[in-house]
């Protein structure tokens, strides 16, 4: 057996129970596992985690990406994870926040990805306001996955973003599951101001594609999409 298939379950879980009761605690044990997993070879997905940088965040259960839609029975701006991949795709954009103790925040034309009361719901906001608090996230890496990553609540730890294979969000309890559900891959779709590649990092794959547009290119080309 690996030395990552050794990991039990349950000793995870105890292991964030008592990481939970220290101040720092989960930021300490999100280190560890992301440094476990840099023996892992493939891309980091946390490379993409740049202040500025626009991404779509594809949930490995549904094969989509979180997109912000307007719920048909409250009218509100809400979260599923059936949305579309590439730049053609604006409501599935997000773009990167991140504070000085490596956590961060999504958002969409300042409307916010968060979760509060146990739900996964998007806040909206304007760029002259302070970003809410529900909507920080930290990011863990998948233990034994080069790819994936979990994205769980500052706000509320121990509870993480997860949909199901429909792409409609979880609640309450089923939130603290760390499964299929709750993991996620990131694409990048352009990179923020003053952000280049990653040079000569041996843990990003090669690639012959051309890189990404900036930012503000990628915003216009979606404002302009291919004829049919």
């Known amino acids: 057996m690996s030395f990552l298939g050794s990991l039990g379950k349950k000793a ?4 964030y129970d008592l990481a939970s009761k220290v101040e720092g605690g989960r930021d300490y ?3 560890a596992a992301n440094t476990v997993n840099s023996l892992v070879k493939g891309k980091d997905p946390r490379v993409f985690l740049k202040p500025g940088n626009v991404i779509q965040i594809l949930s490995r259960s549904s094969g989509r990406t979180l997109q912000i839609v307007v719920s048909k029975t ?7 994870a059936i949305g579309g991949t590439g730049s053609y795709y604006p409501n599935a ?6 504070t000085p103790n490596n956590h961060y925040y999504f958002h969409n034309n300042y409307n916010y990805l968060a979760v509060k009361n146990g739900k996964i719901i998007i806040i909206p906001s304007t760029a002259n ?11 863990h890496n998948v233990l034994g ?11 509320m730890p121990g509870y993480f973003l997860n949909f199901d294979d429909d792409g409609v969000p979880y609640e309450d309890a089923k939130l603290k599951a760390k499964e299929r559900f709750a993991q996620f891959e990131l694409h990048l779709i352009a990179y923020g101001p003053g952000i280049h590649p990653e040079k000569d990092d041996p843990t990003i794959e090669k690639s ?4 990404p547009p900036s930012y503000w290119a990628a ?3 979606s404002n302009n999409p291919p004829s049919s």
Do not use: M, Y
């Open 208 to 211: 012959e594609e051309l890189p």
């Open 129 to 139: 306001e302070k970003a809410p608090t529900e909507g920080e996230f930290r990011a």
């Open 74 to 80: 409250t009218n509100e701006l809400i979260c599923d």
């Open 29 to 31: 044990l999100t280190t």
């Open 219 to 221: 915003a216009a080309s």
């Open 145 to 155: 996955s080069a790819q994936a990553i979990h994205l769980e609540s500052v706000h």
């Open 12 to 15: 995870v879980e105890k292991a």
């Open 93 to 98: 954009h997000w773009l990167v926040v991140c």
